[in-house]
């Protein structure tokens, strides 16, 4: 009997942490990644992420803009988002875990796929680029990245 209760209490438990877990995921708001870029993202509805990404460092003398679209689980930590950039030829996908550091900060871990257009099928070998990427809601560079995302929201509207 005393096993009987202890398993539902534990049972009981693990629903209610699972469900604060998800609840106190925080999505909305700028998040920043160590190469300076930054984004600004939305949730809504459940479980959808939408946005603006602003990478002051493309490859091109202006910095590269797009739109965020994607979705988290709220029974795990995952998600993936993808950016299809305006003004690059480029689509780039992240997939990755939300998690909390060692001062209970927010952080999402990624990972990062970018595709870019060739020009023929014999450049299809090195159009794809693949790196890891670290966003958190304190800026690594104080470069002024959101201030583009105040001016790429004032182009699109």
């Known amino acids: 009997m ?12 693990s629903v209610v942490l699972s469900a604060e877990k998800a609840d106190s995921y925080t999505w909305d708001g700028i998040w920043y990644n160590e190469l300076g870029s930054c984004m600004k993202l939305s949730t809504y509805p459940s479980t ?4 603006l990404y602003v990478s002051p460092k493309a490859s091109g003398s202006e910095a590269a803009r797009g739109t965020v679209a994607g979705q988290y689980k709220l029974d795990d930590d995952t998600f993936s988002f993808s950016v299809t950039w305006h003004n690059y030829p480029s689509t780039t996908g992240w997939a990755g875990e939300y998690k909390y550091d060692a001062s209970s900060k927010p952080v999402l871990y990624t990972t990062w796929l970018l595709v870019s257009k060739t020009e023929s099928i ?9 790196g890891k990427d670290t966003f ?3 800026p690594f560079v104080d470069n002024g990245c959101e201030t ?5 929201r004032k182009t699109e509207l």
Request: cysteine-free; charged content about 15%.
């Open 48 to 51: 959808n992420i939408t946005g």
């Open 122 to 130: 014999g450049d299809l070998w090195g159009n794809t680029l693949v």
């Open 136 to 138: 958190a809601r304190d």
């Open 2 to 13: 005393t096993l009987r209760i202890l398993l539902v209490l534990l049972a009981s438990s």
């Open 148 to 152: 583009f995302l105040v001016d790429q």
